[in-house]
C-alpha cells in the first residue's frame, strides 16, 4: 500500500463546478500535511498547509481528520485556471515529505 | 514566491559529459532538497540536506552527488551522464517558521536530456 494515496484522476469538470479531492496516508505518525498545485511540465507550487481545524483560502477549503487519517481539498466556483494536478503532501517529519501521485484536474469552458 | 533559483532550466547534452546544476535560495532555509521527476510520475527524493557541510542520500538511488558548502548554494552533479538521467530535476528548501509547520518551496526545476 503507498504510503499517500490520491484520488485516481482525470477530473474534467464544467467552469464554475465544485470539486473535491481526497487523499488518505498510512502513517499515523505523520506531522503535517499541504496541497500543492503543479502545471504540467512546472514545479509543484503550495496551495495551502493543512490544518487540524480546517482552512479555507477564498474558493479554496482543506480538511484534515486524523482519525481517519484522511485529507481533502475542496474547489468552489472553479475557474479554466484551476486545471492542474493537486498533489497532497504529508511530512513524517525531517526531510520525509512524502508526495501523494496526484489528480489531474482539467475545468472545461 | 519562493526565492529559490535554478540553472540551467533547460539543458540537452551528450553522453558522458560531466554537468552540475545549481540551485541557490535566498530565505537563508537550512534544508535543501533534490528530488527527480519523471513525465507524469511522483516526485522522488534523491538528496537532501539539514545545513552546510550536512548531504544525505534520499529514497531513490541515484548516481549524482552534491555539496552545500554555503547555506544557499545547493548543486548537484553527475560525473558522467547518461541517457538513463534524462529526467526533470526539482529543488526546494524549507524552515519551520514559528508556529508554521516545515514548508517546501520549489524551484522551477532543470529539464536535463542526455542523448
Known amino acids: 500500500r503507498k504510503e499517500v494515496e490520491q484520488d485516481p484522476g482525470p477530473f474534467n469538470v464544467p467552469e464554475g463546478a465544485t470539486v473535491a479531492f481526497n487523499c488518505t496516508y498510512s502513517n499515523s505518525a505523520s506531522q503535517s500535511f499541504f496541497w500543492y498545485r503543479q502545471d504540467c511540465r512546472k514545479e509543484p507550487k503550495l496551495l495551502m498547509s493543512?490544518?487540524?481545524s480546517g482552512n479555507e483560502d477564498g474558493r479554496f477549503t482543506a480538511q484534515l481528520n486524523r482519525a481517519s487519517q484522511y485529507i481533502s481539498l475542496l474547489i468552489r466556483d472553479s475557474k479554466l485556471s484551476d486545471s492542474a494536478t493537486y498533489l497532497c503532501v504529508v511530512n513524517l517529519g525531517g526531510q520525509n515529505f512524502v508526495f501523494g501521485p496526484g489528480t489531474r484536474l482539467s475545468v472545461l469552458p | 514566491e519562493a526565492d529559490i533559483y535554478q540553472t540551467p532550466r533547460y539543458l540537452v547534452i551528450g553522453t558522458g559529459k560531466k554537468i552540475t546544476l545549481e540551485c541557490s535560495q535566498t530565505m537563508g532555509h537550512d534544508k535543501m532538497y533534490w528530488y527527480q521527476q519523471d513525465p507524469g510520475m511522483e516526485l522522488h527524493l534523491i538528496h537532501y540536506s539539514y545545513g552546510v557541510n550536512s548531504t544525505e542520500k534520499g529514497d531513490l538511488s541515484s548516481e549524482s552527488t552534491v555539496s552545500r558548502i554555503r547555506t544557499e548554494h545547493f548543486p548537484l552533479t553527475l560525473e558522467s551522464a547518461r541517457p538513463s538521467h534524462t529526467s526533470q530535476y526539482l529543488c526546494?528548501?524549507?524552515?519551520?517558521?514559528?508556529?508554521?509547520?516545515?514548508?517546501?518551496?520549489f524551484g522551477p526545476g532543470t529539464r536535463l536530456t542526455v542523448l
Open positions: 493543512v490544518y487540524s
Open positions: 526546494a528548501s524549507s524552515e519551520v517558521a514559528g508556529s508554521f509547520p516545515d514548508t517546501q518551496y
